[in-house]
């Protein structure tokens, strides 16, 4: 059985636009460096480190699951990088194939949000606990690929102040951000070739398969320009990746988001899987009457 970990830091790219490509790269290096040593301290056997991720490999599930937890710990020991805090998101899949199980890995890690550990549940619920580790049953299924079924998903407990009850109150926060179950009953087409449109005031933009990245902000090299003191420069983009949408935040003000009309979501140096539709508002909140919000929805 193979039992991949798969990690992304969340804030790099916030830290390239700041602090440039050669101290920028060296203190998002620092981050990943930290990643692959709780890695390897647990016997696990780094697969590969590109870009923002870092693809693991274990020969048993308690060690991923500790793994998992001294990762998330030690980036978080990190102190803020010129005012930038980075975080980690974390998906772990067990597979007889490996290839299979880094790409399923690929595909989970898109549902988390920053300071999650996903899993199987009905995989690594008992090597958790022998582990002594903290879980959150998130009471939600989700589906590897269209030949599959449906897999009960849970969070790992890493931050001990975090206990199951106040972790509840992150994921209704965070407004379901795993795909709804009538979402598993639309066409394979509609999985495979996700669309988004984002609407604000007049200009409304498409992103797909063809234009996978859109950028927000007040400099009018912008793809879409939002002219307001609250907004920075380069405020967030939109990303397609993994056949999911993310929101990436890089702003000084933060960003608010409405998820199916659900609570609002405050993201500020982190990233938000985005699904059905909302609003986003730039540095206010979405009820403030003096917000400059858009409008996006998947189909």
């Given at each position: 059985?193979?039992?991949?970990?798969?990690?992304e830091i969340i804030g790099?790219?916030?830290?390239?636009?700041?602090?440039?490509?050669?101290?920028?790269?060296?203190?998002?290096?620092?981050?990943i460096n930290?990643?692959?040593?709780?890695?390897?301290?647990?016997?696990?056997?780094?697969?590969?480190?590109?870009?923002?991720?870092?693809?693991?490999?274990?020969?048993?599930?308690?060690?991923?699951?500790?793994?998992?937890?001294?990762?998330?710990?030690?980036?978080?020991?990190?102190?803020?990088?010129?005012?930038?805090?980075?975080?980690?998101?974390?998906?772990?899949?067990?597979?007889?194939?490996?290839?299979?199980?880094?790409?399923?890995?690929?595909?989970?890690?898109?549902?988390?949000?920053?300071?999650?550990?996903?899993?199987?549940?009905?995989?690594?619920?008992?090597?958790?606990?022998?582990?002594?580790?903290?879980?959150?049953?998130?009471?939600?299924?989700?589906?590897?690929?269209?030949?599959?079924?449906?897999?009960?998903?849970?969070?790992?407990?890493?931050?001990?102040?975090?206990?199951?009850?106040?972790?509840?109150?992150?994921?209704?926060?965070?407004?379901?951000?795993?795909?709804?179950?009538?979402?598993?009953?639309?066409?394979?087409?509609?999985?495979?070739?996700?669309?988004?449109?984002?609407?604000?005031?007049?200009?409304?933009?498409?992103?797909?398969?063809?234009?996978?990245?859109?950028?927000?902000?007040?400099?009018?090299?912008?793809?879409?320009?939002?002219?307001?003191?609250?907004?920075?420069?380069?405020?967030?983009?939109?990303?397609?990746?993994?056949?999911?949408?993310?929101?990436?935040?890089?702003?000084?003000?933060?960003?608010?988001?409405?998820?199916?009309?659900?609570?609002?979501?405050?993201?500020?140096?982190?990233?938000?899987?985005?699904?059905?539709?909302?609003?986003?508002?730039?540095?206010?909140?979405?009820?403030?009457?003096?917000?400059?919000?858009?409008?996006?929805?998947?189909?």
């Amino acid at each position: 059985m193979a039992i991949i970990v798969r990690g992304e830091i969340i804030g790099g790219e916030a830290l390239l636009d700041k602090l440039g490509v050669s101290e920028g790269g060296h203190a998002f290096s620092r981050c990943i460096n930290r990643v692959e040593r709780a890695a390897e301290g647990k016997r696990g056997k780094v697969l590969s480190s590109e870009g923002h991720s870092v693809v693991v490999s274990f020969e048993d599930m308690e060690s991923a699951c500790l793994s998992s937890v001294e990762m998330h710990k030690r980036v978080a020991d990190l102190p803020p990088i010129s005012g930038i805090h980075v975080s980690l998101s974390v998906a772990i899949m067990a597979d007889p194939e490996e290839q299979r199980a880094i790409e399923r890995a690929a595909r989970l890690l898109t549902r988390a949000i920053p300071g999650q550990i996903l899993c199987d549940r009905g995989m690594f619920m008992e090597a958790a606990r022998q582990a002594g580790l903290k879980t959150l049953d998130l009471q939600h299924t989700w589906q590897p690929t269209e030949d599959d079924a449906p897999i009960e998903l849970m969070d790992i407990l890493w931050n001990e102040s975090r206990t199951p009850d106040s972790a509840v109150d992150t994921v209704v926060q965070a407004g379901a951000m795993f795909t709804p179950e009538e979402d598993l009953e639309k066409p394979a087409n509609a999985m495979t070739h996700p669309r988004l449109r984002l609407c604000y005031g007049d200009k409304k933009m498409l992103l797909d398969d063809q234009a996978t990245v859109v950028t927000l902000g007040r400099d009018r090299n912008n793809d879409m320009v939002i002219a307001d003191s609250m907004v920075s420069r380069v405020h967030a983009r939109i990303v397609l990746r993994e056949r999911s949408f993310r929101l990436e935040d890089m702003s000084t003000n933060g960003t608010y988001v409405s998820l199916n009309g659900s609570h609002e979501v405050f993201v500020h140096h982190n990233s938000l899987h985005l699904h059905g539709h909302g609003v986003l508002c730039m540095g206010l909140s979405v009820h403030d009457k003096k917000a400059n919000c858009l409008e996006f929805e998947l189909f």
